[in-house]
């Protein structure tokens, strides 16, 4: 296939409540939507998942819309492209982006499947109809706050609560849900909040019976991690620290990590996130798909990869309605009882709802080959 036009969308959409998180508060959010057409008119729908601000990694949507437009675009128009495999090397001389290079990588599998007349799920080698999904809680006001705001979750059937932590919010927070909570499959993500001279307090979280606790130490660790998990009995779940393939083989080897979050943005792609699926299959690594506050056509993405048989953890992809008023897709994305049906139309299987997007878009930037 040739790519002959993109189109990008700067959006700026509200969240319905804040999301707190040891590194910043999210509301606002502004991110980029990128359309790709090919020779035939197919088109594919890519979503940035970088933020405002370089907190959770250094990218930003500014810095991705200087790459994608900068570098990426000249790269792919009017380029003959076999597979969507092709996509991240065609991207390799160019180092890190990952967010902007996913993005683009990501509309062109949707295009890929859409020609091919298979669902994105089927593209990438998914199998399952229904995916099971938890919900990741912000930081609250209080420990009570924290109860309601679980409780009221469980209500709406999701089975898998993720909360937030910080030092100063951790160890009695955890202990006061617990209690509350006694069988509720609960896990922490420390957003890289903690040094190995917080082994002593993450040692105390051993009694909660917490599926894993995510990303604890810093961002680009994998050595501390390996340390800590040696003293801590909660498994170790690494996010920030996997970039990459090869990031997840050391990781692993090293034993830093016992279960693999994978987010398709953080990691430059389906490709590579397919990669690191496998691998981890392959050495008894479950792994579990992690979310980045998406709009609906990023949300869609990580449904479609969630398909495949080694994503055996509930993943972090909430329905539309938890996040947004009204979302950029139709329908929308509805998690049911913690499960979310995997769409079985063409690509990602949801339709842009333009009426929508078109109300949240500051800018539109057209390329042509
Ligand atoms: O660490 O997984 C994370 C949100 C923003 C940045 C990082 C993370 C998160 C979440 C929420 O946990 C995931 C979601 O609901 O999309
Ligand atoms: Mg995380």
């Keep these: 296939m040739l790519i002959k036009e993109v189109n990008i969308r700067k959006m700026k959409m ?20 990128l359309e790709v057409t090919d020779e035939l008119g197919n088109t594919g729908w890519g979503e940035s998942t970088a933020f405002h601000s370089p907190w959770y990694t250094e990218e930003t949507f500014e810095t991705n819309l200087h790459i994608i437009r900068d570098f990426l675009i000249p790269l792919l128009l ?27 990588e990501g509309a062109i599998w949707d295009l890929y499947a859409k020609r091919k007349k298979l669902t994105l799920a089927e593209a990438l080698g998914g199998t399952a109809e229904k995916i099971e999904v938890g919900i990741s809680i912000g930081i609250q006001q ?71 606790i995510e990303q604890p130490l ?15 009995k909660t498994p170790v779940c690494l996010d920030e620290s996997i970039t990459s393939f090869e990031d997840a083989r050391k990781a692993i080897e090293l034993g830093s990590t016992q279960i693999i979050n994978v987010k398709i943005g953080r990691v430059g792609g389906l490709t590579e996130s397919k990669k690191i699926h496998d691998y981890c299959m392959e050495k008894g690594i479950p792994v579990w798909c992690g979310g980045m506050l998406e709009a609906g056509i990023g949300r869609a993405h990580n449904v479609a990869l969630t398909t495949l048989p080694n994503f055996t953890l509930p993943g972090d992809t909430a329905s539309s309605s938890r ?32 009426e929508v997007m078109d109300r949240y878009t500051v800018e539109k930037i057209h390329f042509k080959a």
């Design 218 to 232: 810093a961002s680009d660790d994998i050595v501390d991690h390996a340390k800590l998990q040696k003293a801590i």
């Design 323 to 354: 996040y947004w008023e009204e979302d950029v897709i139709t329908p929308e994305v509805v998690a049911e009882d913690g499960f979310i049906t995997v769409p079985t139309g063409y690509g990602i299987g949801y339709e842009p709802n333009f």
């Design 78 to 104: 009017n380029k003959e492209i076999h597979h969507p495999d092709k996509v991240s090397e065609i991207f390799s001389p160019l180092r890190k982006n990952n967010m902007a290079k996913a993005a683009v």
């Design 14 to 33: 509200t969240m319905k409540s804040p999301f707190a998180t040891s590194f910043g508060t999210f509301q606002d959010k502004e991110f980029l939507l």
């Design 142 to 212: 209080s420990k009570e706050q924290l109860i309601e705001v679980v409780r009221g979750y469980i209500a709406e059937g999701y089975k898998r609560m993720k909360v937030k932590i910080k030092p100063g919010y951790d160890v009695e927070v955890i202990r006061s849900l617990r209690e509350a909570f006694p069988t509720v499959p609960l896990m922490a993500d420390a957003n890289s909040a903690y040094t190995l001279n917080d082994i002593g307090l993450l040692k105390q979280l051993d009694e909660f019976n917490l599926m894993m």
